[in-house]
């Protein structure tokens, strides 16, 4: 593109900018989404036109590992929740490092750059008072998200480079074997690392944190007209199986907005998922303790559920789960419903561009496109009917597949 051209083409995204910002005038800005969305991704059109190579290339080589230090390195100095504590007063340099007591050269060091990226707002020499940004950094929600991602998360990536090196820049085919085991020096998979090491609740806040916002299933996907109007007890009591379902969460859900949906409801976890859950006849819902690499026991129901199961696992692995599952089915009634990121085949977001990163050199797995989706349960012998998007854009990657057996 030459400079006229490109001039020019800065001229058009600068009318899309004062358009959509334009249209954000007459909207409550984060209460409509759509509004907002537009503006968002028509400002970082702009950005990126206006950005020399140079100046990405810096942010995201040099400027983007220190940032993530000190958002690690301020949750654990506890800055954001005592800038917070303070309100109107500011705090100082000196009083945060004597709070934390640390040295004040460090605290100093780490609130240039929080300052610089707006987490904490800098109103004179080395005094602060909370941004938004601050304020959210207090939710523990989001300490525990900033913990697990950098310490876990960081790492891996760090070490994936020389991980892919050693293997040929093969794909990593088990979760025993990762840049994860590399990073930490151990045989053991995420999970059981995780849990031994104490870092399961941060995970947990994490998976909880991802799901905040994002509109649930049961309020959006036509359940009565895809799933329930075609139940037929005859054909098999059971109306859904909730596989791997933690504690019932999506379950429960589902029976508070359809009470007087006809069939079972059971939840299918490991032994000590389904204690967890502490279900009773009240809830409507049956927990049935179950390992899905094992042959799926209910034959014939109507609907299979699984919701952010199979981005945990290879192609390989998510294989043999469906596998167990469409020997189950029944075709022509039974049903399979995937709850996950359903990633579009060209421009995908960064973010779950970056989750895909992630769940590959921790797990051995990934985030997978529409194509990808596709390939995978063709192989098993599914065909998908539709991929349903939720009505709220904006939220790009995540959906549910409906499939049925061939």
Same mark, same amino acid.
């Given at each position: 593109m %030459?400079?006229?051209d490109?001039?020019?083409?800065? !001229?058009?995204?600068v009318?899309?900018?004062? @358009? +959509?910002? =334009?249209a954000?005038?007459?909207?409550?800005v984060f209460g409509?989404?759509n509004?907002?969305m537009?503006?968002?991704?028509?400002?970082?059109k702009?950005?990126?036109?206006?950005?020399?190579p140079m100046?990405?290339?810096?942010?995201?080589?040099?400027?983007?590992?220190?940032?993530n230090?000190?958002?690690?390195?301020?949750v654990?100095?506890q800055?954001?929740? %005592?800038?917070c504590?303070?309100?109107?007063?500011? !705090?100082t340099a000196k009083s945060?490092a004597a @709070? +934390?007591? =640390?040295d004040y050269?460090?605290?100093?060091?780490?609130?240039?750059v929080l300052s610089?990226?707006?987490?904490?707002?800098?109103?004179?020499?080395?005094r602060?008072?909370?941004?938004?940004?601050?304020?959210?950094?207090t939710?523990?929600l989001?300490e525990?998200?900033?913990k697990?991602?950098?310490?876990?998360g960081n790492?891996?990536?760090?070490?994936?480079?020389?991980?892919?090196?050693?293997?040929g820049?093969?794909?990593?085919t088990?979760s025993s074997?990762t840049?994860?085991?590399?990073?930490?020096?151990?045989d053991?998979?995420?999970?059981?690392y995780?849990?031994?090491?104490g870092?399961?609740?941060?995970?947990?806040?994490?998976?909880?944190?991802?799901?905040?916002?994002?509109?649930?299933?049961?309020?959006?996907?036509?359940?009565?007209r895809q799933l329930?109007?075609?139940?037929?007890?005859k054909?098999?009591?059971?109306?859904?199986?909730d596989?791997?379902g933690?504690?019932?969460?999506y379950l429960?859900?589902?029976?508070?907005?359809?009470?007087?949906?006809p069939?079972r409801l059971?939840?299918?976890?490991l032994?000590?998922a389904?204690?967890?859950a502490?279900?009773?006849?009240?809830d409507?819902?049956?927990?049935?303790?179950?390992?899905?690499?094992?042959?799926?026991p209910?034959?014939?129901a109507?609907?299979?559920?699984?919701?952010?199961?199979?981005?945990?696992w290879?192609d390989?692995?998510?294989?043999?789960?469906?596998q167990?599952?469409?020997a189950?089915?029944?075709?022509?009634y039974?049903k399979?419903?995937i709850n996950?990121?359903?990633?579009?085949?060209e421009?995908?977001?960064?973010?779950?561009?970056?989750m895909?990163?992630?769940m590959?050199?921790q797990?051995?797995?990934?985030?997978?496109?529409q194509?990808?989706?596709?390939e995978l349960?063709?192989k098993?012998g599914?065909?998908?009917?539709?991929f349903?998007?939720?009505?709220v854009?904006?939220?790009?990657?995540?959906?549910?597949?409906?499939?049925?057996?061939?």
């Amino acid at each position: 593109m %030459n400079s006229s051209d490109h001039n020019e083409y800065v !001229s058009t995204l600068v009318k899309e900018v004062n @358009s +959509a910002t =334009a249209a954000l005038d007459k909207a409550d800005v984060f209460g409509d989404n759509n509004a907002r969305m537009k503006a968002l991704e028509a400002s970082k059109k702009l950005t990126r036109a206006l950005e020399t190579p140079m100046d990405v290339i810096f942010d995201h080589a040099v400027t983007d590992l220190p940032t993530n230090m000190c958002l690690r390195m301020g949750v654990d100095l506890q800055i954001f929740r %005592n800038i917070c504590a303070s309100g109107d007063n500011p !705090s100082t340099a000196k009083s945060l490092a004597a @709070s +934390a007591d =640390a040295d004040y050269i460090l605290v100093v060091q780490i609130l240039r750059v929080l300052s610089a990226t707006g987490h904490v707002k800098e109103i004179g020499v080395e005094r602060y008072k909370a941004s938004a940004l601050t304020k959210a950094l207090t939710d523990p929600l989001i300490e525990s998200s900033v913990k697990i991602c950098f310490d876990i998360g960081n790492l891996c990536v760090a070490k994936a480079p020389e991980f892919f090196r050693r293997k040929g820049f093969k794909y990593p085919t088990t979760s025993s074997d990762t840049p994860f085991q590399l990073a930490f020096n151990t045989d053991m998979d995420y999970f059981p690392y995780a849990d031994k090491h104490g870092m399961t609740k941060d995970f947990h806040a994490w998976m909880e944190l991802n799901q905040r916002g994002k509109p649930n299933w049961v309020d959006w996907f036509p359940i009565q007209r895809q799933l329930i109007d075609g139940f037929d007890a005859k054909q098999s009591d059971v109306l859904l199986i909730d596989i791997g379902g933690g504690q019932g969460k999506y379950l429960k859900l589902f029976k508070e907005k359809f009470l007087d949906a006809p069939g079972r409801l059971i939840l299918q976890e490991l032994p000590y998922a389904v204690e967890a859950a502490r279900l009773n006849k009240n809830d409507g819902i049956e927990g049935v303790p179950y390992d899905f690499f094992t042959p799926q026991p209910v034959k014939g129901a109507r609907t299979y559920f699984l919701h952010w199961v199979l981005h945990d696992w290879s192609d390989e692995q998510a294989s043999k789960i469906l596998q167990n599952i469409v020997a189950a089915m029944t075709p022509n009634y039974s049903k399979l419903i995937i709850n996950e990121s359903v990633l579009p085949d060209e421009n995908c977001p960064m973010g779950y561009a970056s989750m895909g990163i992630m769940m590959m050199t921790q797990l051995a797995s990934l985030e997978r496109s529409q194509k990808q989706w596709n390939e995978l349960l063709e192989k098993v012998g599914l065909q998908v009917v539709k991929f349903h998007e939720p009505p709220v854009s904006g939220i790009p990657g995540e959906g549910v597949i409906e499939a049925v057996k061939v």
